[in-house]
């Protein structure tokens, strides 16, 4: 019985279910011009599309950062042991942090107002307010304009500005992209007037803060050597909030500026309908030669059922 079994499905296996490379060859042959003709259709529309988005400029600026104000003046070191903060970024991991914080990123939109820069054909600069996109009108999140808050400069943001650090090297690059080259170099510099003022804020602050936490141990002291270390701490504190209001550039240096680019950054429409061209072209293929060998392998096996 097992014999017979084995004859059967031994009839069933016909010689011309293995597919050779000549039987792929054939199949493209013949239906060649309909693969050309469709990976060139799908690389002309891939053009016409990406001839609609806009052209991006991107400027970028690279940093490092500052040196350690605590190592510019040694004394100040004395001020952790009465548990004093002496703040201050000094990696370039703080300054990765402070660029992408939300924060700073909506304090530059506020502050230049920078909407119809980067929202050139949906903010109205008449009323001042943002139209809704297709995708909030969809999503009936939003239909109306409004005038434009802290999670549509988040939103505005996330494509167009670009963090990345070279730890090994200890810098910051941070990059903007707009749809035109002359106003991304100065949303560059915005980025790096504020990170600036925003260090200098935290500085100045902490500084009076530990001013007054001195002032008073001042007062309760009446060891009059604990008193003169105090007032050279003070003094001290005095000098580093005079470089935190002087200092240029404070908490990181520019190494190189935003220049205007001279070039696209993207789309790279070519390059794009090019590979579009080539994928089409193998997923032509691939279909053809799935369609032709099915269709010889059905034939095939109704000739052996009928056979049967």
């Not at 050139?120 to 109306?144: C, H, M, N, P």
């Not at 936490?213 to 002291?221: H, V």
Request: with cysteine.
């Amino acid at each position: 019985m097992q014999e017979g079994i084995v004859e059967e499905r031994k009839h069933f296996v016909h010689p011309d279910d293995v597919i050779d490379v000549r039987e792929y060859s054939a199949v493209i042959r013949k239906a060649w011009w309909k693969v050309v003709l469709f990976s060139l259709a799908v690389g002309i529309v891939t053009l016409i599309v990406m001839f609609q988005l806009p052209n991006m400029y991107q400027a970028t600026a690279v940093l490092t950062p500052g040196t350690d104000e605590k190592k510019q003046i040694p004394a100040l070191g004395a001020l952790a042991s009465f548990g004093i903060d002496l703040g201050g970024p000094s990696k370039v991991e703080d300054l990765e942090t402070l660029f992408k914080s939300h924060d700073l990123t909506v304090r530059v939109f506020k502050k230049y107002s920078l909407w119809p820069l980067v929202l050139a054909d949906r903010y109205d600069s008449a009323t001042g307010k943002v139209k809704a996109s297709w995708t909030e009108r969809l999503f009936r999140i939003a239909s109306q304009p409004r005038e434009p808050g802290y999670w549509d400069a988040v939103r505005a943001s996330k494509d167009t500005l670009k963090i990345s650090m070279n730890k090994k090297a200890g810098t910051l690059s941070v990059s903007f992209l707009s749809t035109s080259p002359v106003p991304a170099p100065k949303i560059v510099g915005y980025y790096l007037e504020e990170a600036k003022n925003r260090l200098q804020e935290e500085a100045l602050d902490r500084s009076m803060k530990n001013k007054k936490f001195l002032e008073a141990q001042i007062g309760k002291t009446v060891d009059t050597l604990t008193r003169d270390r105090l007032y050279a701490l003070f003094g001290q504190e005095v000098e580093r909030e005079m470089l935190a209001h002087n200092r240029e550039q404070f908490g990181f240096r520019v190494i190189d500026a935003p220049q205007i680019p001279d070039r696209k950054f993207r789309p790279l429409r070519g390059l794009i309908s090019l590979l579009a061209t080539v994928v089409s072209f193998f997923l032509g293929c691939v279909f053809f030669i799935a369609r032709g060998t099915n269709g010889k392998k059905y034939i095939n096996n109704t000739k052996d059922i009928d056979a049967l």
